[in-house]
């Protein structure tokens, strides 16, 4: 019988940050590594994007 190979658990996600007001504890254009979870919070509110993204702009 084959041994079943384990994946990797994937603990944290890169995101842009795109907002400055709403997320004043962290700077506008940088990159984070954050939990997936807290990842696609950010992405939601949309005070962050994928680093490869380009930020779509807010009228």
Excluded: F, R
């Excluded at 004043?24 to 939601?44: D, F, I, N, R, S």
């Amino acid at each position: 019988m084959a041994k079943e190979e384990k994946k990797a658990i994937k603990l944290t996600d890169k995101v842009k940050i795109v907002a400055t007001e709403e997320a004043k504890h962290m700077v506008a254009g940088q990159e984070y590594e954050v939990h997936p979870t807290q990842a696609e919070l950010l992405k939601k509110k949309g005070w962050a994007v994928d680093p490869g993204k380009k930020a779509s702009a807010k009228a």
